[in-house]
T-cell receptor, first 111, second 113 residues
């Protein structure tokens, strides 16, 4: 089955700095690459996703980059704010497999 | 549009009992997936239903089962509860299968004593 790893598992940054979280996967058939954000006590919510025919996608302060050859994709958050503090999950998938979520990255933005 | 709803929100059961959790997807969504979330294991996939058919199943014992009704509502059942089944159970709906955004419900917090 798919092996999904996220690095780092915890990340602390100063407000205004950038944060990068990397997700590596093993299934070369994966063609959908979302990132979910889960704030404490709340449900996971999609923040950005990318499909395999696109290398990069940006939405205001958030971007995702994909390297299909190396089988990894990354979440980039610029100008971090305290409300960015949460756990972030990646979940690479394709229609032929079950859902695999990464183990999560706990991001803390220090004011 | 109403979001994904789950009932009950909290549940306390004793070992050996069984439990049924319910999930109502967003109107028009045909895919419902279930997850178990624990602090140590993160989000673990249980199963996915699409048009009343189980399309995929995670690595959980047969005590975990589910079904989907014609209105896309889904239930999951856990029989012979064990202490280790204590977790937050999340369901998520999406328009189609797997490669689309999933919308999560608030979860059911199950405590097994």
């Amino acid at each position: 089955g798919e092996n999904v790893e996220q690095h780092p598992s915890t990340l602390s940054v100063q407000e205004g700095d950038s944060a990068v979280i990397k997700c590596t996967y093993s299934d070369s058939a994966s063609n959908y690459f979302p990132w979910y954000k889960q704030e404490l006590g709340k449900r996971p919510q999609l923040i950005i996703d990318i499909r395999s025919n696109v290398g990069e996608k940006k939405d205001q302060r958030i971007a995702v980059t994909l390297n299909k050859t190396a089988k990894h994709f990354s979440l980039h958050i610029t100008e971090t704010q305290p409300e960015d503090s949460a756990v972030y999950f990646c979940a690479p998938s394709h229609t032929g497999n079950q859902f695999y979520f990464g183990t999560g990255t706990s991001l803390t933005v220090i004011p | 549009k109403a979001g994904v709803t789950q009932t009950p929100r909290y549940l306390i059961k004793t070992r050996g009992q069984q439990v049924t959790l319910s999930c109502s997807p967003i109107s028009g969504h045909r895919s419902v997936s279930w997850y178990q979330q624990t602090p140590g294991q993160g989000l673990q996939f249980l199963f996915e239903y699409f048009s009343e058919t189980q399309r995929n199943k995670g690595n959980f014992p047969g005590r975990f089962s589910g079904r989907q009704f014609s209105n896309s509502r889904s239930e999951m059942n856990v029989s012979t509860l064990e202490l280790g089944d204590s977790a937050l159970y999340l369901c998520a709906s999406s328009l189609y299968q797997r490669t689309y955004e999933q919308y999560f419900g608030p979860g059911t917090r199950l405590t097994v004593t």
